[in-house]
């Protein structure tokens, strides 16, 4: 958010997993250890064997163990009051709540004088000051020619002598800010992140070198990438840990007041940078707040103050916007909005200066027994009972994937039994992702699309080499890894291994020619010694509209040698397309399961759905209910977590809250 400042002269402040997998009870906290020490790998800072796991909140200066400091940004005139007022202002909003503000929000501008005295009042009330320092262009300070503004700020904040938050140079990812990335690019280049950090370390150098070490230093970026540009991610402004005391963010919820924006929970805006740090350091909301214009802004406070004792416990205080500025953001812009946020104010959860709130842990987990299913087949990696949790983790632009993986094992309280991978005909066989997988106690799943070739000529062995090389780097992977080769088979025409796709005009052949090509590949395999793979032929449950009666599921099967499982892919696109409609999973998968359920063991290896034309946290609920009650074949059950079409499991926080509770059931629980 762009705040209002004075004007010039103001006195205002602006273990692998062996072929046993099912029968090992392992623990979480082991699991994890494995998880943190290969992140490494995958471009997080590496640890050494024996590191223990991270906690679920970064310790640091200032920070409480638990619950969340609760601070506010208070203009209720809309334009700099001064001073006094300002005061007023604040002491206002702690009559109104009942209670004081842990944190006082503060806005200057680069050449202004602080701290002053709304931070000594603050001080005095027991508020702790967050100063928003604008930043002024990168070249001056890298020049040295503001060293003198920079020194007499740092004097200033030591000689105070209580603890402040200095959130500098904020929002630097967005166009909008003069000392942001975007506006401080040399011409012809995309340098203004490396810039910005050269900047912030030069700032955080000459308050050390003052001894300012009352400061504690914000790092908050915006939650959106204006422009969305790679070189202009948030990630690529962060100046390292040793220069940061907590990372911050700036996430409304705009609703429909523009032309661009929907109504959204804060898990939607939150979740990708929380993901990014909330493990390295204390993390604050550092200006959040909603909008009226497009849903219930009550039921909004409400929903964050649930999101955040149970989904982002690395949260350690949280800032409102209490002014009429774009829009409403006030507390108080409507009784019911008032209400909601006084229930929060009074929660213990965010009193934590008053009484202490207990660090959060990991859950406790506990060896669990699934009684053996009625009529499962036996084969490799299946659980007697149960089944099997997986899902295929798709980064969003710009994010570390082993963050983001080990960010749902975080929030889930358990580890994946299965992480899905998926490569095109041509990738390298670089396996890294799935080496990590099986140290940190998964099965990977590689999905392999030969979208570069014909079924014909794959059969007739054309691209041989290509399938010894992906069999041999398998192999060199050595635990159990389950390989699903052309799924959706009788998918449309669009898909470049279909049976359509591959058939001459007239005819269906293009069945035969799958099966001969899945078996010749498999063949490859195993003449190359690949022994550990698993393989899973994974037909669509629902046939694709419009194409011949001959295409389905059965037509594609390569036989009872050739197959360990059996996977469903069944996706709800609810209404979010056209024609479609929102379809639960036992219309999604029971066609293909009655087929094979007593033949194979059954997955789902690919689902997922939208929020649109119902609600995706029942649908998860009645996936969990349905697997367990009415096809008890099914032993493992595999989500696309991807954002490309709204699958992904935190489009809403109770769509997310649902899958965790899914997560967390016995049932969904027996390979841990």
Do not use: C
């Not at 707040?289 to 406070?301: D, L, N, P, R």
């Amino acid at each position: 958010m762009r705040p209002r400042l004075p004007m010039p002269g103001s006195t205002m402040p602006a273990a692998p997993r062996g072929a046993n997998l099912p029968h090992r009870q392992l623990r979480l906290l082991a699991l994890l250890t494995t998880l943190i020490v290969g992140l490494g790998l995958l471009g997080l800072p590496a640890a050494t064997a024996g590191t223990p796991p991270g906690p679920l909140r970064a310790t640091g200066k200032f920070a409480p163990a638990g619950g969340a400091l609760l601070g506010a940004y208070v203009n209720l005139t809309g334009s700099w009051p001064g001073v006094d007022v300002a005061l007023a202002q604040a002491a206002s909003r702690e009559q109104t709540l009942g209670r004081g503000l842990d944190i006082n929000s503060h806005f200057y501008s680069w050449t202004q004088p602080f701290p002053g005295q709304l931070e000594r009042v603050d001080a005095s009330k027991g508020r702790m000051p967050m100063l928003s320092w604008s930043g002024t262009n990168l070249d001056s300070i890298l020049n040295g020619s503001q060293d003198s503004v920079v020194h007499a700020r740092a004097k200033a904040m030591k000689a105070l002598g209580v603890p402040m938050l200095l959130r500098w140079n904020w929002e630097m990812n967005g166009d909008w800010n003069p000392g942001g990335g975007p506006k401080n690019n040399s011409v012809g280049t995309t340098n203004g992140p490396t810039k910005y950090v050269s900047a912030w370390k030069r700032l955080h150098d000459i308050f050390a070198a003052e001894g300012a070490t009352n400061v504690a230093w914000v790092w908050a970026p915006n939650t959106t990438d204006v422009p969305a540009q790679p070189w202009n991610h948030w990630t690529q402004y962060y100046p390292g840990d040793s220069y940061v005391d907590w990372v911050g963010v700036s996430t409304y919820n705009w609703g429909t007041l523009k032309s661009t924006s929907t109504w959204h929970d804060l898990a939607a805006t939150l979740t990708p940078v929380y993901t990014d740090y909330s493990r390295r350091k204390p993390f604050v909301i550092s200006e959040t707040a909603s909008t009226e214009v497009g849903g219930s802004k009550a039921s909004w406070i409400r929903e964050l103050r649930s999101q955040l004792v149970q989904l982002f416990p690395g949260v350690a205080a949280m800032v409102w916007f209490d002014e009429d500025k774009e829009t409403n953001w006030r507390i108080d812009s409507s009784t019911s909005a008032l209400t909601a946020y006084k229930e929060l104010a009074k929660d213990p959860y965010f009193n934590t200066r008053t009484a202490a709130v207990a660090a959060p842990r990991l859950p406790s987990m506990t060896d669990v027994t699934v009684s053996a299913a009625p009529g499962r087949p036996e084969g490799r990696l299946v659980p007697q009972g149960g089944a099997l949790l997986g899902a295929t983790v798709t980064p969003g632009s710009g994010q570390l994937y082993a963050d983001v993986v080990a960010g749902r094992e975080m929030t889930a309280g358990r580890t994946l039994d299965i992480n899905g991978h998926d490569h095109g005909w041509t990738d390298t066989a670089d396996f890294t992702r799935e080496a990590w997988d099986i140290r940190s106690g998964r099965v990977p799943m590689i999905t392999w699309r030969p979208d570069g070739v014909t079924l014909k000529t794959l059969a007739r062995g054309d691209n041989d080499a290509r399938v010894r090389l992906m069999a041999q780097a398998v192999k060199k992977l050595g635990s159990p890894v389950m390989l699903r080769f052309a799924p959706g088979m009788n998918g449309k025409a669009t898909v470049a291994w279909s049976g359509v796709a591959n058939s001459d005009s007239g005819t269906s052949n293009g069945t035969t020619r799958y099966v001969a090509a899945w078996k010749h590949v498999h063949d490859v395999f195993a003449a190359q010694g690949a022994t550990n793979v698993v393989w899973v032929w994974a037909p669509d449950g629902l046939n694709a509209a419009g194409t011949p009666s001959w295409n389905t599921p059965t037509s594609y099967y390569p036989g009872d040698a050739y197959v360990d499982w059996v996977g469903i892919n069944g996706i709800n696109m609810g209404t979010a397309t056209s024609g479609s409609s929102w379809l639960p999973t036992t219309a999604l998968v029971k066609g293909v399961y009655a087929s094979y359920a007593t033949r194979k063991p059954i997955m789902v290896a690919q689902t997922g759905s939208v929020e649109q034309g119902g609600d995706k946290a029942l649908w998860l609920a009645g996936a969990a209910t349905a697997l367990r009650t009415s096809f008890p074949s099914i032993a493992a059950w595999v989500y696309d977590d991807a954002g490309s079409q709204g699958f992904r499991l935190a489009t809403t926080s109770s769509a997310l809250r649902a899958w965790v509770t899914v997560a967390q059931q016995p049932y969904f629980r027996t390979g841990q």
